[in-house]
């Protein structure tokens, strides 16, 4: 996730990406507005109710916890309610937070009405996500001086803040640092139909033409994912513009996607050789992802937070007590692709 990182100032990270797209930095494909945010409906009109309630109670708002997988816009929603709420938005990642020290150096240094966004919260080393409790709870610092009998506490008093984690793995986060989050959402893998609203937009930014039909092919095959969805768009406009085709149609995403080896089921290589290893030689499972995860010579936690969400979600792989399952409809997809020309 650090690949969105671009600026460190000490142990606060900002996100450029908000202000420019890091690939094309003239261009700004992130939305800044709930109306220009399609998909996840029912997470975005809870958010609408809890921002507008805390705008007429004159509150911050709740501290809140976004989980789900990796891309599908955990970010974006956080930059979108400190657009709304006008807040301050500074961002940050678990990993980079090593020692209390230095949460407690970026807590003091709000600006009251900020947002904090943590992404990957749930890497925060334990002894910093105890400095979290009384933060959120409270809106204060607990610092301990001195050590042995003569050491004491002195308070410190945090202007108003709201904290907002992201984290791809809700069961990573402990129970004390869940409990204090009033508002949490999972953000779900999008329809189609959102993301051809995704990908039309993104088109229009990029100053390209797309035709619907088009933009749906394409939308069924990026993972339900939107930055799957704009990276696979950028890729397919550098098809277009070499072959000189100045309106993007079907025949163009299916030729692009064929040579970027996306499938029709928008599978990439990776999904394909995660079901392949399981079908050749587990028969199918169960299977435990260590053995899989060997056997593709990639980590864990990769497959675990990247791949295997939307496999499961497509339900070409089921998980039980005793490990991975290839279901019926993996099995085939697998001996449909044996003939697959890509
Ligand atoms: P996450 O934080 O969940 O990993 P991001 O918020 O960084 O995901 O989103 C990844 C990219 O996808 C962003 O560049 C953003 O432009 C795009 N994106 C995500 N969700 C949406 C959405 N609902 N509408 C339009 N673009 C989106």
């Known amino acids: 996730m650090n690949k969105n990182i671009h600026t460190k100032f000490e142990n606060q990270v900002i996100l450029p990406e908000l202000a420019t797209d890091p690939i094309e930095p003239h261009l700004n494909?992130?939305?800044?507005?709930?109306?220009?945010?399609?998909?996840?409906?029912?997470?975005?009109?809870?958010?609408?109710?809890?921002?507008?309630?805390?705008?007429?109670?004159?509150?911050?708002?709740?501290?809140?916890?976004?989980?789900?997988?990796?891309?599908?816009?955990?970010?974006?929603?956080?930059?979108?309610?400190?657009?709304?709420?006008?807040?301050?938005?500074?961002?940050?990642?678990?990993?980079?937070?090593?020692?209390?020290?230095?949460?407690?150096?970026?807590?003091?240094?709000?600006?009251?009405?900020?947002?904090?966004?943590?992404?990957?919260i749930h890497r925060l080393p334990a002894n910093v996500e105890e400095i979290l409790y009384s933060a959120m709870e409270d809106m204060r610092l607990d610092i301990l001086i001195g050590q042995g009998p003569t050491a004491r506490t002195v308070k410190f008093d945090l202007p108003p803040f709201c904290i907002i984690g992201a984290t791809t793995r809700a069961g990573a986060i402990s129970a004390p640092l869940r409990d204090r989050f009033g508002i949490q959402e999972h953000l779900d893998f999008y329809s189609p139909e959102a993301l051809s609203k995704i990908l039309l937009r993104s088109a229009k930014i990029m100053n390209y033409s797309v035709t619907t039909n088009a933009a749906f092919e394409l939308a069924k095959r990026c993972r339900g994912t939107p930055r799957i969805a704009n990276q696979l768009l950028k890729r397919v406009l550098d098809f277009a513009i070499v072959l000189q085709k100045n309106i993007i149609d079907e025949e163009v995403i299916n030729n692009s996607l064929k040579r970027l080896g996306v499938d029709e089921e928008g599978l990439c290589n990776m999904d394909r050789d995660f079901l392949q290893v399981m079908y050749e030689r587990y028969a199918g499972g169960p299977v435990g992802l260590d053995a899989i995860a060997a056997a593709l010579n990639e980590e864990k936690s990769t497959l675990e937070d990247v791949y295997e969400p939307y496999l499961v979600y497509r339900g070409f792989v089921l998980r039980s007590a005793r490990g991975r399952i290839l279901s019926e409809s993996g099995k085939s997809h697998i001996e449909k692709i044996k003939q697959f020309d890509i």
């Open 29 to 120: 494909l992130r939305p800044k507005c709930f109306d220009d945010y399609p998909g996840q409906e029912r997470v975005c009109d809870n958010l609408k109710i809890y921002t507008k309630a805390a705008q007429l109670r004159g509150k911050m708002l709740d501290h809140c916890l976004f989980h789900g997988p990796p891309g599908l816009g955990k970010t974006t929603l956080a930059g979108i309610i400190a657009e709304t709420m006008q807040y301050q938005f500074k961002v940050t990642a678990g990993p980079v937070i090593e020692r209390p020290a230095d949460l407690m150096g970026i807590l003091a240094s709000l600006e009251p009405k900020t947002i904090l966004f943590i992404d990957e």
